[in-house]
């Protein structure tokens, strides 16, 4: 069974950075995509950054130029880095491992910014 675990999240002030982290069990990571999601109160779970198993990365327009995904195949990890953070983005940040037409999520980290 694959496992999906986040950290990283916190409160930071408007401006600010934060990196969310994400660590995935088993042997299909380095065939699989990882996405970056999120959920803000009352709104649907949106994507937020996403990168290929070739490690192609695509961005949703609010966050380009501010928020960069990355994986590590070896140590089968997906983090998101997030600058210049606005009270916009606070929600609860959730991993996806896909693979085969399979999901597998993570519980989520909250990411909180204040104005």
């Known amino acids: 069974q694959v496992q999906v675990e986040e950290s990283g999240g916190g409160f930071v002030q408007n401006g600010g950075s934060l990196r969310l982290s994400c660590a995935a069990s088993g042997t299909i990571f380095g065939r699989g995509d990882m996405g970056w999601y999120r959920q803000a109160p009352g709104k649907e779970r949106e994507l937020v950054a996403g990168i290929s198993s070739g490690g192609n990365p695509i961005y949703a327009d609010s966050v380009k130029g501010r928020f960069t995904i990355s994986r590590n195949n070896v140590r089968r990890t997906a983090d998101l880095q997030m600058n210049s953070l606005k009270p916009e983005d606070t929600a609860v940040y959730y991993c996806?491992?896909?693979?085969?037409?399979?999901?597998?999520w993570g519980q989520g980290t909250q990411v909180t910014v204040s104005s």
């Open positions: 996806r491992l896909l693979y085969a037409g399979t999901a597998f």
